[in-house]
């Protein structure tokens, strides 16, 4: 069975600083990899995904997300952190037969001023 | 920007009355997702639909749990009857296809409270 583990529920940060949130998958063959984000009261938002190709993924925002088969990890990370960033976030992996997506459970962020 | 919109936003109902949320799906996404989203538990997959197809259900409690897609634009999750245990955030997300190829959009939830 495929899972996500996050290992930081919470992190802060200080506006303008870089930011990396870890994520690590569990699954047998190549994953599908996704980063959502989920500002209070809303939905997810796709930040990036990862299927195949370049390890370094660029994202929506400023941010990217690099994928590691040595280390099961793809972890996400930005250079300079708006206070606007402030949300929680969430890596999934979804199963090659594309039915069914597992979620981690999620980071939140807090930037300081 | 295409959206999923979901029905209600906000429920609060008494436990043992029936509760349906409403999803709409992008127009020709034919992937429908339901999530639930508590606190404890995080979010959990409750059923998958392609092709308004249910393909798997694994996730949701049978015996009151009950999700469909009458057709292509609308997909729907019913509890009957309802219990505070259900009290959550519950998350539609639809696709084109597999969600590598272009990820999965969700809506914005309808947040379910049993009292």
């Known amino acids: 069975a495929q899972s996500v583990t996050q290992p930081d529920i919470h992190i802060t940060v200080s506006e303008g600083a870089s930011l990396e949130l870890r994520c690590n998958y569990s699954?047998?063959?190549?994953?599908?990899l996704f980063w959502y984000v989920q500002s209070p009261g809303q939905g997810l938002q796709l930040l990036l995904k990862?299927?195949?190709?370049?390890?370094l993924v660029q994202g929506i925002k400023g941010f990217e997300a690099e994928f590691k088969r040595s280390q099961s990890s793809f972890n996400l990370r930005k250079p300079s952190v708006h206070w606007s960033d402030a949300a929680e976030y969430f890596c999934?992996?979804?199963?090659?037969?594309?039915?069914?997506?597992?979620f981690g459970g999620g980071t939140r962020l807090m930037v300081k001023p | 920007d295409a959206r999923v919109t979901q029905t209600p936003r906000h429920k609060v109902t008494e436990m043992g009355q029936e509760v349906t949320m409403r999803c709409q799906p992008i127009?020709?996404?034919?992937?429908v997702f339901w999530y639930r989203q508590t606190m404890m538990q995080g979010l959990e997959l409750l059923a998958y639909?392609?092709?308004?197809?249910?393909?798997?259900d694994s996730g949701m409690p049978k015996d009151r749990f009950s999700a469909e897609m009458p057709d292509a634009t609308l997909a729907t999750l019913k509890i009957q009857p309802s219990e505070p245990r259900d009290s959550a955030v519950y998350f539609c997300?639809?696709?084109?296809?597999?969600?590598?190829?272009?990820?999965?959009?969700f809506g914005s939830g309808t947040r379910l409270t049993v009292v």
């Open positions: 997300a639809s696709g084109l296809g597999q969600g590598y190829r272009y990820g999965y959009t």
């Open positions: 699954y047998g063959a190549t994953p599908y």
């Open positions: 990862y299927f195949s190709g370049d390890t």
């Open positions: 999934a992996v979804e199963n090659n037969a594309g039915n069914m997506l597992t």
């Open positions: 127009l020709g996404h034919n992937t």
């Open positions: 639909f392609r092709n308004r197809a249910p393909l798997d």
